[in-house]
């Protein structure tokens, strides 16, 4: 899938979070902390999805309540609760 500019939203929201010390090794040396930039891109329909299989290892369509319910991370849950203010 192509994704025109008109779809991919830029939602104006930014986290710095503390990279756990388990996954600093994928950082440069001395690295301990992450910004995270939050992002929306909008989709005519449900498509196929491709995982980087070292990052993750299933996937799946949900309502946005219960895609948040089921966040590792807190800051991704509370971008995908802002899912609603920007839906067009």
């Keep these: 899938m192509q ?3 008109a779809q991919l939203r830029d939602w104006a ?3 710095i979070y503390e990279i756990y010390p388990v996954w600093r ?3 440069a040396p001395g690295v301990t902390h992450n910004t995270e930039h939050v992002f ?4 005519p329909e449900a498509c ?4 980087n299989p070292h990052e993750h290892t299933a996937w799946q369509w949900l309502p946005h309540r219960a895609a948040a319910d ?8 509370e ?4 899912l609603p203010r920007f839906l067009v």
């Design 3 to 5: 994704a025109t500019p």
């Design 13 to 15: 929201v930014s986290n």
């Design 25 to 27: 090794h994928r950082y």
């Design 40 to 43: 929306g891109l909008c989709l």
């Design 48 to 51: 196929a999805v491709t995982l």
């Design 70 to 77: 089921l966040c590792f991370s807190p800051s991704n849950a």
């Design 79 to 82: 971008a995908v609760l802002l």
